[in-house]
């Protein structure tokens, strides 16, 4: 397809594990985002991955990347209620000055107690 | 500077009047760009620098849409005879030439028009 998908909403308990999906469109694309927007806020990275990696983890955070199905995930273990808030994956195509990311369409985390 | 800055950060505008918005960047960076988010929604982008070479204009949404970056370096994206369906948050982001560790965003400047 020619978007980047995720599906638009989730709720987790607090305390649970929360897992953000996203199918990109590019396999050649280099580096796949994990962005986080807060209500009110701008875009904030979170962490991103390298292609020729198959997981990263932060803290809490854990990106799993299958670049044979182009399925990138967000797990957030632990999920806090300041967790809220909706998360976007981005790709990064093209190279040197043609470089360009495209976003998806968000998924709004909603944690509850 | 540190971050990337926007001014105002709130406009409320008349339908039909005109807003000039404002994006600072990240010192250095060379690519600039612009998305509208609407409530709820995604991001639409609209417009994208990088460098000196023309920008990619392919994401404005009508003619009344135009925008500039002086010098390298700041940005104004206008809108003329604003309609209501520009009410939306404007969202602007930096980068280096190749992006590699993402854009960094700014804050935003929300726009209502009544």
């Known amino acids: 397809g020619e978007d980047v998908e995720q599906s638009l909403f989730l709720s987790v308990r607090e305390g649970d594990s929360s897992v953000i999906n996203c199918t990109y469109t590019?396999?050649?694309?280099?580096?796949l985002y994990w962005y986080k927007q807060e209500p009110g806020a701008g875009l904030q990275l979170l962490t991103y991955?390298?292609?020729?990696?198959d997981m990263k983890q932060d803290q809490r955070l854990t990106v799993l990347l299958n670049k044979k199905d182009k399925h990138l995930s967000l797990r957030i273990a632990d999920t806090q209620t300041g967790d809220s808030a909706i998360y976007f994956c981005a790709e990064k195509k093209g190279t040197g000055t043609a470089s360009k990311l495209t976003f998806g369409t968000g998924t709004r985390l909603q944690v509850t107690l | 500077g540190a971050g990337v800055s926007q001014s105002p950060s709130n406009k409320v505008t008349e339908k039909g009047k005109d807003v000039e918005l404002r994006c600072d960047p990240i010192s250095g960076h060379t690519a600039l760009y612009w998305y509208r988010q609407s409530l709820g929604q995604g991001l639409e982008f609209l417009i994208y620098f990088q460098g000196n070479s023309a920008p990619d204009k392919s994401g404005l949404p009508s003619d009344r849409f135009s925008a500039e970056r002086t010098g390298g370096s700041v940005s104004t994206l206008t809108i003329q005879r604003t309609q209501q369906e520009d009410s939306a948050v404007y969202l602007c982001?930096?980068?280096?030439?190749?992006?590699?560790?993402?854009?960094?965003f700014g804050s935003g400047t929300r726009l209502t028009v009544v």
């Open positions: 590019d396999s050649s694309s280099t580096y």
């Open positions: 991955i390298f292609s020729n990696m």
């Open positions: 982001a930096s980068s280096s030439t190749t992006a590699t560790y993402g854009y960094t």
